[in-house]
């Protein structure tokens, strides 16, 4: 009955197909005669405008008065979260990229990093680490440039400029060496003309030291 009230023979559709958004594939409408944009988790849908069945979405009339108003919905009523306009089921695990693994849960999601977010420091072995894009690796890696390098390229160097913006690092600084008197504090930064990590000291004073007792003479 509702195909022959809303399905017309034979069918008329536009010449050029729509534009669907990401993420809503093209489909045939509810009459089998069109091809329609698929409605995503949440959007209106009825009879004609059919939900993206690959998703496991089904129209959802049971919040809707009197059949109007039903919005596209998982079929168990299980929660679901959207991402880059894939719908993923709750529980499900996905990799929106290659450096993030997420979990679906209760309509959102929780991402870990899959790429170790560590700071490599200067050494005697490797006193300028790099941390560079390897082809065909998803997570940059370290990597140790000889120090002849790093003075042919500062020579080369006209400007004292960056070609790329220095996100300035640093640690704090240290506790004094020593308790009293003059001693030095350390700290790692990057704060210099050429954005490279190194180790920082400077003169510190806690309090000064206590003046050595005098000495007296032994009695005989």
Not at 120 to 142: A, F
Request: with cysteine; aromatic share 8%; proline share 10%.
């Amino acid at each position: 009955q509702v195909c022959a009230q809303l399905c017309r023979r034979p069918c008329y559709c536009p010449w050029v197909p729509p534009r669907c958004p990401r993420g809503s594939p093209l489909v045939l409408d509810g009459c089998g005669c069109c091809r329609i944009c698929a409605r995503r988790l949440g959007e209106p849908c009825d009879f004609l405008h059919v939900c993206d069945q690959s998703q496991g979405l089904v129209c959802d009339y049971s919040t809707a008065p009197a059949g109007t108003g039903a919005t596209c919905n998982f079929e168990d009523d299980e929660e679901g979260c959207e991402v880059n306009g894939r719908v993923y089921r709750d529980g499900e695990v996905f990799q929106p990229s290659c450096k993030i693994q997420c979990r679906c849960l209760d309509g959102g999601f929780n991402c870990i990093p899959l790429c170790q977010e560590d700071v490599r420091l200067p050494t005697p072995d490797c006193p300028y680490p790099r941390r560079v894009e390897i082809p065909g690796k998803c997570c940059p890696e370290w990597i140790c440039e000889a120090q002849d390098q790093h003075l042919l390229r500062d020579a080369r160097a006209v400007s004292p400029l960056l070609p790329f913006p220095c996100q300035e690092w640093g640690t704090e600084w240290s506790a004094c060496s020593a308790t009293c008197g003059v001693g030095f504090a350390t700290r790692v930064s990057n704060q210099n003309r050429y954005c490279r990590l190194e180790t920082q000291r400077r003169l510190c004073m806690v309090r000064a030291c206590p003046a050595p007792p005098a000495a007296f003479p032994v009695s005989e």
